[in-house]
């Protein structure tokens, strides 16, 4: 087994102790049916092999004839809540699925990263589009895509090389559906280009631990330079049993440390700020928070990046709650176009618009009674001029 494939199934396994990795390949070797971890593929491509310049060896290479890899691999074992899906991919072409499942979908499509899931509702389901998230580089070099969604907290993110390119942020305890799915490709709608070179490398799916559902709502979670320091944000609201809050560094968004702990207000019907500064921060840092209950149980916010000395736009959201509008703060490096989505925790879009902002400080006022729905509300901030994203949850009284 490759040295680069241990190394990440070490990481992946740091990374949640708990996690089981249910299916791995490293195509090391032909077959390419044949799995590392998990049960062997059914079937492949006709011209799909074991070819060198992999990401560190071998990989799989589709072959030469504008033939599909088309890896399909028995959908009864990936019937899972939460699922955690990882591949190293060197792009030749413009369209190419990493993983498809009936309406499970996570690849490029015209040369950008884009997600589709399906979550249940009850006997139906709703299904979750990212939209396009990320410019895939045209490089010639191995990448690594992960997708990765958490039943126990809602929350699925796209990261690319371990920096996390689209969060969503949905209902906790929230499964997907796999209902009639059918079996899981892998590479459909992949063909290289004819290259005949390696393009897929070190696949690896872990299905996502159990884990109880912590008494506290997090409405938002910030990170940014603060002159020569950090500063690390978070408001929280319906704390009960709550013990801590960990803020975590990283250098690579996969492997982190606890840095600073912040007791728990531990208040149920307030909203509840934290701040914390780290005075030694990273060039590029990656921050995320650990929520941990009082019997030891915890779960893990969404990924923030940092960059010292960067130009970066900041964004604040005020007041939270609100009860008839709620103003987006926008401090831009440069002029840039904006879209909003605020929507209801089970995906309605509520309301939407658009506006172009100059440089520097901004305001965004948006009009709550425009809608009926009251409590928890999402909003999806999006950047259409560099491509970024960011979402807030709001509560509206």
């Known amino acids: ?150 039943n126990n907290t809602g929350v699925a993110i796209i990261s690319v090389d371990g920096t996390t390119v689209y969060t969503y942020t949905g209902i906790t305890n929230t499964a997907l559906y796999w209902t009639g799915a059918g079996d899981l490709t892998i590479g459909a709608n992949m063909d290289g280009g004819a290259t005949n070179v390696a393009i897929l490398d070190n696949m690896v799916i872990q299905m996502i631990p159990a884990a109880g559902v912590l008494p506290v709502d997090l409405l938002s979670f910030t990170a940014a330079p603060k002159g020569a320091l950090a500063a690390i944000k978070w408001t929280t609201t319906r704390e009960m049993n709550t013990a801590t809050f960990t803020v975590e560094r990283s250098s690579n968004g996969i492997s982190f440390a606890a840095i600073k702990t912040v007791i728990a207000v531990n208040s149920f019907n307030s909203t509840n700020n934290y701040q914390v500064t780290d005075s030694t921060p990273l060039a590029k840092g990656f921050y995320r928070l650990k929520m941990t209950d009082i019997d030891g149980s915890y779960t893990y916010s969404a990924t923030r990046q940092v960059e010292m000395g960067a130009a970066k736009v900041t964004v604040s959201c005020f007041p939270n709650p609100s009860t008839d509008y709620v103003n987006l703060k926008i401090n831009n490096n440069k002029p840039a176009a904006y879209s909003y989505y605020i929507t209801s925790l089970d995906g309605r879009i509520l309301l939407s618009g658009v506006s172009k902002l100059g440089t520097g400080t901004q305001l965004l006022s948006i009009d709550l009674t425009k809608t009926d729905v009251k409590g928890v509300l999402i909003i999806q901030l999006n950047n259409t001029s560099d491509n970024t994203m960011q979402t807030f949850k709001i509560v509206k009284q």
Do not use: C
């Not at 396009?132 to 895509?145: A, E, I």
């Open 1 to 150: 087994m490759k040295i680069i494939f241990q190394i990440l199934f070490l990481t992946l396994g740091a990374l949640n102790s708990k996690a089981q990795i249910i299916s791995s390949f490293s195509w090391s070797s032909n077959p390419v049916t044949r799995a590392d971890v998990g049960a062997n593929a059914i079937s492949a491509g006709a011209n799909a092999t074991s070819s060198a310049n992999g990401r560190n060896a071998n990989g799989l290479n589709p072959g030469p004839n504008r033939e599909n890899i088309s890896l399909r691999l028995a959908g009864s074992n990936f019937n899972l809540a939460g699922i955690d899906m990882s591949i190293d991919f060197r792009r030749e072409e413009s369209d190419a699925d990493f993983f498809t499942r009936s309406n499970y979908v996570f690849g490029m499509a015209g040369g950008r990263i884009r997600a589709s899931f399906p979550l249940t509702n009850g006997a139906t389901f709703t299904t979750i589009n990212s939209g396009d998230v990320y410019n895939v580089p045209n490089d010639r070099l191995f990448h690594t895509y992960r997708f990765r969604y958490d």
